[in-house]
């Protein structure tokens, strides 16, 4: 069965109406219709897709409005071991500090697209905004102590959302070693230094992993880019 935050997503595409099957052993079946993707993994994100999710009126910003995307609560998910005391450092200098699991997912887009500025590790809360028809915030990504998903940078992208990605270079002290939940010790003062730099920033500098990017209207129209590549 569907979760709650799922049946509300549905329902907000207007899909909650359709009976769906989970099927979780092997099943046979006389035909099978395949449609052709929407999305790729860190490939591709065609405009009809785009356009048909993001169904979402955002907030009107509020000019001055920080939010911190909090990880702190969910344990071992990956990210800083030391995450609650830069939300206190930056709670201290007029940050909403934002646990986005527990609110609904209107609520989540409401609190988020009224921002000017979001901020915080990279986590599937940054994924929500794909529900939004267009996002004016500003956003600045920390990245976990390991590779950053290049999804985190397509989506911004396609979206033409303003992001700056801040590398765990230098900002982690130490981590632990498996892959996708490592959680690492952040340097504070000067994670908090370089935040506060971009805040103060009038424009972002678009993230460099952006640049190899491409639109595509459909998935028809991805298959003949890379045709055309080999």
Known sequence: ??????????????????????????TKFSKVYVSEPGYIL??????KHINRIGVVNPEKVEIGKKTYV????LEKRGGA????????????????????????????LKELSSSE???????SAFHSFILLKELKSRIILISRPMDLPLDFCLLPFVKR????????????RECESHFFLRRGLLDIEKLVGKINSLVDES???CSE??????????YSEYVDWLDASS
């Open 1 to 26: 069965e569907y979760t709650s935050y799922q049946y509300e997503i549905l329902d907000m595409l207007d899909l909650s109406h359709l009976q769906a099957y989970m099927i979780r052993t092997p």
């Open 42 to 47: 860190a490939r591709a994100f065609c405009i």
């Open 70 to 73: 909090s990880r702190s609560k």
């Open 81 to 108: 071991k030391n995450e609650i005391v830069l939300e206190n450092k930056l709670r201290k200098e007029g940050w909403n500090i934002f646990h986005p699991q527990d609110h609904s997912v209107a609520h989540q």
């Open 117 to 123: 500025t979001i901020c915080g590790i990279a986590g």
């Open 161 to 172: 959302i303003e992001q700056v990605v801040v590398d765990f270079s230098g900002l982690y």
């Open 203 to 205: 424009c972002f500098e």
């Open 209 to 218: 992993q952006e640049d190899g990017f491409k639109r595509f209207g459909s």
